[in-house]
Each structure stands twice: as C-alpha cells, then as structure tokens.
C-alpha cells in the first residue's frame, strides 16, 4: 500500500462514481484511523465490527437467515413475548376441536388438522421461518442481484474479491429488512393461516393466545367467541389446503413470479448508499426503516401480483362463507366478527402495511367480500359439492372479471336437481382434460351431432 499522501482512502476506492463510493470511504477511512491509533475518533467501532461480522457469516442463498431470525426475534421482543401456559394449548385444541365438528355441516372438505398448537410469537417466527425463505428469496435474489449489477464493469474487475463481500453486505440489508417486517408481522398475527399463506407446517392449526387475547380486548365480545371463531378460521384454512393439493404451490408460485419479476430501481437505492455513515452502527437499520428497496412494478411483477390478489381474495372468501354457514345456528357474535376480520385483512395492520412497504409484497385480499359473495351464491345454486368442485383445478378458479359479477358466476351451470354424479364427473373430467378420443369421434361422425 502506498505511503503517498494522495493515495488516501478516496483515491484507493474502486468504487468512486458508483452507488458503493461513500460506503467504502468511510470504511476506508474508519479503518485507517483505527490503525493509526487515532483516539476518540471512531465511535462505537467494536459495534460497527461485530454487526460487520454478523453480515459477513457464510450462509446459503442471498439472504442470511440467521440475520433474519434474530432480527424478527428483537423486534418482537419489544413487549412482553411469554410462552404459552398449559391451560391456554388446551383452550386453543378445545377451540380447534370443536370448530372442525361444526365445519363438518358446512363443507364435504374431511379435516385437514392432525395436531393444535399455541404459540409465542417468537414461536410463530421460528416455525413459519422454512415458508418465508421461499416466499422472500426470489425478491431478495432480485435486490443484491441488482445491486452488483449497479458497478460499472471496470469497478468490478478492479474490485475482485470485494464483490464477494458486497454480495453478503447486501443480502444482509435484506436480511435485516425482512427481519424487521416479519418481526413486526408477529406482533399482530392471530395464527398459522392468518395472511392467507400457509405459513406453518402442514396439518398443523395453531393460533398465538397472547395476540388473540390482545385482539380480543378491543372487542365487545368475550374471549372465548373471539377464540372459537378463529379456530373456526385456521381450521377451514386446515382443510382447504389439505384438501387441495395443488393450492400451496399455487400461491407460492404466484408470490416467486412476483420476485423474479421485480425491476430494481438502482437510483433509489444509490441515494440510500450514499446517505449511510458506515462509522455509525445504527445508520444501517435506519436506513431500512423506511424501506431500502424502491421495488418499481414490472409487467409480469404486477400479473403475478394480481393472480396472488385475486387467489388469495378467492382462499379468503372460501373460509369467510364457511365459516359464515357453520355459525349462521349457532353463534350469535359470529357477524360482528366476521365484519371485523374482513375489514382487518382487507386494510390490513400497521405490521402487516410495514412489511409491504419494506419488503414491497402487499398481502391483502382486496376483494374478499366479492370472493365472500360469490362462494355463497355458488353454494345457493348448486349446494356445497358444486362450491367446493371449483378447487379441483386452477383453471376453474373465478377470475378478476368473475368478482366483477360474484351472482353471475356459473349462473348458467346445471342445478344439483339436474345434475347427476355421474354427470358432474363427467363434466370435471371433460374441463380438465378435454374430451376422450372415444367421445371426439362419436361426436364427429353421429349424424346426429
């Protein structure tokens, strides 16, 4: 290294001109300070080092999940985060029993719960942790990948193993960002299904009791109502997605075509760079408050969006009139809170609009009443078979322009009264796969056809 004045750290910096100059100067600089024992001017260097070391451990993918957990876990743990007592898990499976009986009136779906579960929200975090990475490292692999393409080509020959470690620096902003939204998240989730994403391990209906205690208290309705209806919740989510297999990798599909259909606004995230102090530990996290990524809408970004919209409206107003149908009898507060979780998932929480506006996946089924409205009228016309017979394929699912005309929706389909089992198998057969070379032929040479 020269010992020539001029060759300070702005003359060493790969970097100069790009969106990286000002993180590497003050580096540099911080560095060279450091090692000429210059006293009182680097303040909180260890800090800076060991959230540096943090960063910079070796993991798989571009995003530390290490760094995602335990940020999530600090977040959450900003108020008081107890593990559940015995008497709440046996409350939670009482609740969870009973509803999967009363959704046996209401559905011809079997359970889909093999066991209950309450959870902390640090236990939430932990089990829905394997989901999030394959929800978030699509969008992730979008961002640290357009941040190394923001180098011109002769800063990154210049640079060489430095890339390396840019890399990892960025997939641990992102780490800490998800960190923070998910850690957020926690604070408000009421169970495993409650964004409409099976974010738990299958089979496994689980709700967090000091969350639906804390919803339960801005209600004027008691406890345990509150708790028997969201088990009724989670338990039809349960059901839904054991029942229909194909629904899973639907929507996690819709939410990867998303992330690799993610444009990076490299302006926006330049300006970011250049604003951090990197002698300053804390203006890092500062800077992800407010959203690091400007994730401007591509086309195929905003097709996948809207197919995760409309599928998640289409699962949300699926449970919604389920659960509608088996408490219409039988639970007097069921409609005021039917009305106040259709107005929280369709506005979404604080939590849930700071992960959006971090991480820039909106989750809201924007037309859950419409979805709602038009399971209900299906089920009026051609009873619960011809409701849930939908689900058998993606390509029957209502589209946008069916929530458009939620009554319209198969308005000129068979009634049950005229409609045979053998009829309605046939009918599904024909819409998945066409019809049978037998029947093409009967139909092209019959004089009658």
Known sequence: MSNDPGDGPDEQNPFKGTPFEQLFSGLAGGMAGGMA????????????????????????GPVNWAVVTDMARKVSAHEPDPTPTQAQRD???????????WLD???????????????SR???????TDVWKRLVEPIAGSAVGALGNALPEEARAIAGPLLGMIGKATGAMVASQVGQGVGALSSEVLGASDIG??????????????????FAAEL??????????????????????????WLREHLIGAVTAYGEGIEINTAGIEEKLREIDPTNPMAMQSAMEGGLFDLAKSPAQQ??????????ALVEGWVDEVVSQATETRMPTAAKLQETVRRRRAAGGP??????????????????????????????????????????????????????DPLGFREDAATPESLTDEDFDAGLRELLDGPSDTEATDATDSPDE
């Open 37 to 60: 024992g210059a006293g009182g001017g680097l303040p909180d260097l260890s800090a800076l080092m060991n959230q540096m070391q943090a960063f910079m451990q070796p993991h798989d």
């Open 91 to 101: 409350a939670v499976a009482d609740a969870v029993r009973l509803a999967d009986h």
């Open 105 to 119: 009136d209401a559905t011809d779906f079997p359970s889909g719960v093999t066991t209950t579960a309450a959870w």
């Open 122 to 128: 640090a236990d939430w975090i932990v089990e829905t």
């Open 197 to 214: 994403l099976p974010l738990g391990p299958d089979g496994k209906a689980a709700l967090l009791p000091g969350n639906v205690e804390k």
């Open 220 to 245: 004027d309705v008691s406890t345990d109502d509150v708790l028997l209806y969201l088990a009724l919740r989670e338990a039809a989510h349960q059901r839904l997605f054991a029942n229909v297999r």
């Open 303 to 312: 097709a996948a969006l809207e197919r995760l919209e409309i599928t998640l």
């Open 351 to 404: 939590a849930e609009q700071t992960f959006a506006s971090l991480v820039g996946l909106e989750l809201r089924p924007r037309r859950l009443r419409d979805a709602s409205t038009l399971w209900g009228s299906l089920r009026t016309r051609q009873g619960t078979e011809g409701r849930d017979g939908v689900w058998m394929h993606p390509d029957l699912l209502p589209t946008a322009a069916d929530l458009d």
